[in-house]
């Protein structure tokens, strides 16, 4: 079978793919478990070298995931799944709201409407964002059943693709997952556009021996997931039963929440422990990405992902070890 990855050369994308050509094999349209002969990595922008981890069963292709043509082109098959991770994420959607509808509401539509005219239901994971929830009536804990009013474009694109998830299946075009990550941790690189970046700047420039300028104060609630468990909660959704799902598509993946403050003390425990000295930490709040923050949920629940099998981090301290291990060379 066929793989494809929109967003595909992104971090969790990149560990996805990797995560796949490890394990060989995914539930196909068949129903019954298929061999992966290609994964395709689609992304707007694609790395001038080849990522490490990645075998010859990998292509990757640049285009515009709302591109009809450029999308069916890879959508060429029957016996294919889709994640569909492409997106433009919560700061980046604040600045531009025309973009943020052309990439995470067209685009999102190209890719249900290619999957569409393959035959066979192919399995389509669509990731969507806890950012979907919001507004004054929020409760403390979100569940799944918990109304959307989200409070920023990001978070509205992310409930329409939910929407589209569930009626697109229901009418049999395809079989469509959609999974509610909170923010995934620990990206490496640099800072990118989302108002959660910081939830991985915290810790990974201080491990570079770099200044992390936190736009938050240290008592602010931040709910994270490692994203060795978020790409492991992925795979779980697409091979879970559609049955088990029934007719809403669309689940909270396990978080853990944490002030900044226990993340900074986290990271000093875990970086003593590794013999790392850190960079240091500067508190400069920014109004802008408080209030989006503000807007998001503080805590989730997510039995419903954890009944079908998607991992929870075992601790904080994990998470950190776990990027060290990943990618600062143990």
Same mark, same amino acid.
């Given at each position: 079978?066929?793989v494809?990855?929109?967003?595909?050369t992104g971090f969790?994308?990149?560990?996805?793919?990797?995560r796949?050509?490890?394990?060989?094999a995914?539930?196909?349209?068949s129903?019954?478990?298929?061999?992966?002969?290609?994964?395709?990595?689609?992304?707007?922008?694609t790395?001038t070298?080849?990522p490490p981890?990645?075998?010859?069963?990998?292509?990757?292709v640049?285009?515009?995931?709302?591109?009809?043509?450029?999308?069916?082109?890879?959508i060429?098959r029957?016996?294919?799944s889709?994640?569909h991770?492409?997106?433009v994420v919560?700061?980046?959607?604040?600045?531009?709201?025309?973009?943020a509808?052309?990439v995470?509401?067209?685009?999102?539509?190209?890719?249900?409407?290619?999957?569409?005219?393959r035959a066979g239901?192919?399995?389509?994971v669509?990731?969507?964002?806890v #950012? *979907?929830? /919001?507004? @004054?009536?929020? $409760?403390? +804990?979100v569940?799944?059943?918990?109304?959307?009013?989200?409070?920023?474009?990001?978070?509205?694109?992310?409930?329409i693709?939910?929407l589209m998830?569930?009626d697109y299946?229901?009418?049999?075009?395809?079989?469509?997952?959609a999974?509610?990550?909170?923010?995934?941790?620990i990206?490496p690189?640099?800072?990118?556009?989302a108002?959660s970046?910081f939830?991985?700047g915290i810790f990974r420039?201080?491990?570079?021996?770099?200044e992390?300028?936190l736009?938050?104060?240290?008592?602010?609630?931040?709910?994270v997931?490692g994203?060795?468990n978020?790409?492991e909660?992925?795979?779980?959704?697409?091979?879970?039963?559609g049955?088990?799902?029934g007719?809403d598509r669309?689940?909270?993946?396990?978080?853990?929440?944490?002030?900044?403050?226990?993340?900074i003390?986290a990271?000093?425990r875990v970086? #003593? *422990?590794n /013999?790392? @000295?850190?960079? $240091?930490? +500067?508190?400069r709040?920014?109004?802008a990405?408080?209030r989006?923050?503000?807007g998001?949920p503080?805590?989730t629940?997510?039995d419903?992902?954890?009944?079908?099998?998607?991992?929870?981090?075992e601790?904080?301290?994990r998470?950190?070890?776990?990027?060290?291990?990943?990618?600062?060379?143990?």
């Amino acid at each position: 079978m066929k793989v494809v990855i929109t967003g595909g050369t992104g971090f969790i994308g990149l560990n996805l793919a990797r995560r796949l050509v490890l394990r060989g094999a995914l539930t196909g349209p068949s129903g019954a478990a298929e061999e992966i002969d290609s994964i395709v990595l689609f992304d707007a922008v694609t790395p001038t070298a080849r990522p490490p981890g990645l075998d010859g069963r990998v292509d990757i292709v640049a285009g515009d995931v709302a591109d009809r043509d450029a999308v069916s082109a890879l959508i060429d098959r029957d016996d294919i799944s889709v994640f569909h991770l492409a997106s433009v994420v919560s700061g980046e959607g604040e600045r531009d709201f025309d973009l943020a509808l052309r990439v995470n509401v067209d685009g999102t539509r190209t890719v249900l409407q290619a999957c569409r005219a393959r035959a066979g239901a192919p399995r389509v994971v669509f990731t969507s964002s806890v #950012a *979907a929830f /919001g507004g @004054a009536a929020m $409760p403390a +804990t979100v569940t799944d059943t918990t109304k959307q009013t989200p409070e920023t474009t990001y978070g509205m694109t992310k409930s329409i693709g939910e929407l589209m998830i569930n009626d697109y299946t229901r009418k049999g075009f395809l079989d469509g997952r959609a999974a509610r990550p909170p923010a995934v941790i620990i990206r490496p690189g640099r800072p990118n556009a989302a108002a959660s970046s910081f939830a991985s700047g915290i810790f990974r420039e201080p491990l570079n021996g770099e200044e992390c300028v936190l736009p938050v104060a240290p008592e602010t609630l931040v709910h994270v997931l490692g994203q060795r468990n978020c790409v492991e909660g992925l795979i779980v959704l697409h091979e879970a039963d559609g049955a088990a799902l029934g007719d809403d598509r669309a689940v909270n993946l396990p978080s853990a929440t944490y002030a900044v403050s226990e993340m900074i003390e986290a990271l000093k425990r875990v970086a #003593a *422990a590794n /013999g790392r @000295a850190l960079g $240091p930490i +500067t508190v400069r709040p920014d109004a802008a990405v408080e209030r989006i923050i503000a807007g998001w949920p503080t805590w989730t629940e997510a039995d419903r992902a954890l009944a079908l099998g998607c991992p929870a981090d075992e601790s904080l301290d994990r998470v950190i070890q776990d990027y060290i291990d990943d990618f600062l060379g143990g």
